[in-house]
């Protein structure tokens, strides 16, 4: 069901300028990416200790959270995210850099039923979870972001610095 807070923000998202979207494998209803490599790092080894952290979704107040919406890890580490949607609405969690993240929302502005389903990106219905398994191997700061149209602007983004 689609709420009037869900409604505003697919108009917000309409609104906004969007460029050319890129052709996604396997329809609008969702996608993979071949990457020979990702910019946070790579898939974690499910036979190797890893730290788990949870983070949660949800809607409240005219925003869209993750919490917490900032993490330090140590370069090397290995982290199992356990990804709660507390919330009414689909969410994703997509690690990269904030650069990547911005390019890919514009694809989806394009292509809103897209959905993601690869290492290092999770769509999660209302009160599901689901996991992603990450090895950080390279230093810097990276972002998770919710690139549903209109989520991202209600405030649906985190940091993690690697260092």
């Known amino acids: 069901m689609r709420t009037a807070f869900h409604i505003t923000l697919a108009a917000l998202a309409g609104a906004m300028i969007s460029s050319s979207a890129l052709a996604a494998p396997g329809g609008a209803a ?3 990416h071949s990457h ?8 974690g080894n499910p036979k190797q200790p890893a730290r788990t ?8 107040d005219g925003k ?15 982290v199992r995210f356990i990804i709660v949607n507390n919330g009414a ?9 904030t650069e990547e993240n911005l390019k890919h ?3 989806m ?7 993601h389903d690869d290492p290092n990106a999770k769509r999660v219905a209302p009160k599901k979870k689901r996991e992603i398994l990450w090895r950080f191997t390279k230093a810097g700061q990276f972002e998770y972001g ?3 149209p209109g989520h991202r602007e209600a405030g649906m983004t985190g940091f993690i610095v690697v260092k």
């Open 105 to 107: 929302a514009e694809e």
């Open 64 to 78: 869209m959270l993750y919490s917490p919406e900032r993490l330090e890890i140590k370069r090397g580490d290995q």
């Open 146 to 148: 919710c690139l549903i």
């Open 30 to 32: 969702g996608h993979s």
């Open 89 to 97: 609405l689909d969410h994703e969690f997509i690690l990269a850099t």
């Open 109 to 115: 502005k394009k292509n809103p039923e897209m959905e």
């Open 36 to 43: 020979e490599s990702f910019s946070a790092g790579e898939p």
């Open 53 to 60: 952290i949870q983070i949660i979704m949800r809607e409240g």
